[in-house]
């Protein structure tokens, strides 16, 4: 059974910044690979970032660039979102999955319950 817990989010000030978790349990993140996504009540999902299961290639939403940056602890079995430079915009409760399909993260099996992020002053 594969489990994916967020830990991280917050109420944070416009400017600030939050570090997102994502613990694995039941694969290897270098099994995987692993992504970050975000949703607002009543809205679609939308991707943020994801890294491949290599390791090697990461991908970021344009809105993201820049800001934010994803990585990978493969001893603590753990994906993370650095989240700097924080806008009111960017509040959402925030997703962690798994892919363990494909090499680059297109179809995510595993989801996380979501942290929410708050970007408040």
């Known amino acids: 059974q594969v489990q994916l817990v967020e830990s991280g989010g917050g109420l944070v000030q416009p400017g600030g910044f939050l570090r997102l978790s994502c613990a694995v349990s039941?694969?290897?993140?270098?099994?995987?690979?692993m992504g970050w996504f975000r949703q607002t009540p009543g809205t679609d999902r939308e991707f943020v970032a994801a890294?491949?299961?290599?390791?090697?290639?990461?991908r970021y939403a344009n809105f993201v660039k820049g800001r934010f940056t994803i990585s990978r602890d493969t001893a603590k079995n753990t994906v993370y979102l650095q989240m700097n430079s924080l806008k009111p915009e960017d509040t959402a409760v925030y997703y962690c999955?798994?892919?363990?399909?494909?090499?680059?993260?297109?179809?995510?099996?595993?989801w996380g319950q979501g942290t929410q992020v708050t970007v408040s002053s």
């Open positions: 890294v491949s299961r290599s390791g090697g290639i990461k």
């Open positions: 039941g694969r290897t993140v270098s099994s995987c690979a």
């Open positions: 999955a798994a892919d363990e399909t494909t090499k680059l993260g297109s179809k995510y099996d595993y």
